[in-house]
């Protein structure tokens, strides 16, 4: 198994940037495709981006195409999610998650249901 701790959240402005982490404990962690999610009051929580376990290949939603980046650091046991051109609807506490699923991202990564183990996440704030 692993177990995923995510930081980095906090409060910015809009147009801003943050960096979020998603550390991993346990040998395996490489061969898991990680997920992040978010889930703002009031709504479902939604995928945001995921990443191949070599990190060659990559995911993310329409919402946040162009702004924000996942990747990883295998060696570090650490996945992370550039955000930048942050918007107040970002607002939202920001989960990483781990899957054993194979096959193309874009088949089983936005499911949330594609995913076993799951961070406690990280607040990210977006004023305006």
């Known amino acids: 198994q692993v177990q995923l701790v995510e930081s980095g959240g906090g409060l910015v402005q809009a147009g801003g940037s943050l960096r979020l982490s998603c550390a991993a404990s346990?040998?395996?962690?490489?061969?898991?495709?990680i997920g992040w999610f978010r889930q703002a009051l009031g709504k479902e929580r939604e995928f945001v981006a995921a990443?191949?376990?070599?990190?060659?290949?990559?995911y993310y939603a329409d919402s946040v195409k162009g702004r924000f980046t996942i990747s990883r650091d295998n060696a570090k046991n650490t996945v992370y999610l550039q955000m930048n051109s942050l918007e107040p609807e970002d607002t939202a506490v920001y989960s990483c998650a781990a899957s054993t699923r194979t096959g193309l991202l874009r088949d089983y990564a936005p499911r949330q249901d594609a995913y076993a183990y799951w961070g406690q996440g990280t607040q990210v704030t977006v004023s305006s």
């Open positions: 990443i191949w376990r070599s990190g060659g290949s990559t």
């Open positions: 346990g040998r395996t962690f490489s061969s898991y495709v």
